[in-house]
């Protein structure tokens, strides 16, 4: 699987927590931009964002404008470049406003544990409990077909440090966040150049 295939469809357990959400967020950023590359136009980018509450929910939603419109503000000369073709967006404040949308756009938010049941990465900033992860990641595992991050579909070939794996019973096995949120730099480990 490609890198882009891997990031088409993709979920964020835990996705209103610091952790998570910047995780969401980077992932966000991520799949705009590739889905803004002309070479994967008409190619759907979902990430959902799994959380226990509607509330926390709705919170990380308006952290996700606030946080990409500072994005967009930063590269607004390169997303002139990537809407050049929009002859409706001449002004910095409408493409940053429709790059903000485009990321926006992107993003599913549920309380619904069954969104992860499609993806083909998953992220997990849930609580430290080992054995609930386990039993979450068992419950995606044997719902999802493409098995994200198991021994069927390896992980990046140099996975991060703070990720480890563990294996379950059913012979699968998944990956857990061990230390804080990684950095952008995390993304150029796997397999892509990011300018």
């Known amino acids: 699987m490609t890198y882009e295939e891997r990031l088409q469809?993709?979920?964020?357990?835990?996705?209103?927590?610091?952790?998570?959400?910047g995780i969401l967020l980077l992932?966000?950023?991520e799949m705009a931009d590739l889905s803004l590359k002309p070479e994967n136009k008409g190619k759907s980018f979902v990430v959902n964002a799994i959380d226990v509450s509607d509330e926390a929910l709705s919170g990380v939603m308006k952290y996700l404008r606030a946080q990409v419109l500072k994005i967009a503000e930063k590269?607004?000369?390169?997303?002139r470049k990537v809407y050049a073709g929009n002859k409706n967006l001449v002004e910095n404040y409408d493409i940053i406003d429709q790059y903000i949308f485009d990321v926006l756009s992107l993003v599913r938010p549920t309380t619904r544990m069954e969104?992860?049941?499609?993806?083909?990465?998953?992220?997990?900033a849930i609580k430290e409990d080992p054995e609930m992860k386990i039993g979450i990641f068992s419950r995606i595992s044997s719902s999802n077909p493409y098995n994200p991050g198991s021994s069927?579909?390896?992980p990046p070939s140099r996975s991060p440090n703070w990720m480890r794996r563990q294996d379950l019973k059913d012979g699968s096995?998944?990956?857990i966040s061990t230390t804080r949120l990684p950095c952008r730099n995390w993304w150029k480990s796997l397999n892509r150049n990011i300018p």
């Open 75 to 79: 590269k607004a000369v390169s997303l």
């Open 152 to 154: 069927r579909t390896p």
């Open 27 to 29: 992932t966000a950023v």
């Open 173 to 175: 096995s998944v990956f």
């Open 115 to 124: 969104a992860a049941f499609d993806s083909r990465m998953i992220f997990e």
């Open 9 to 21: 469809h993709v979920s964020v357990l835990g996705a209103a927590g610091k952790m998570g959400s």
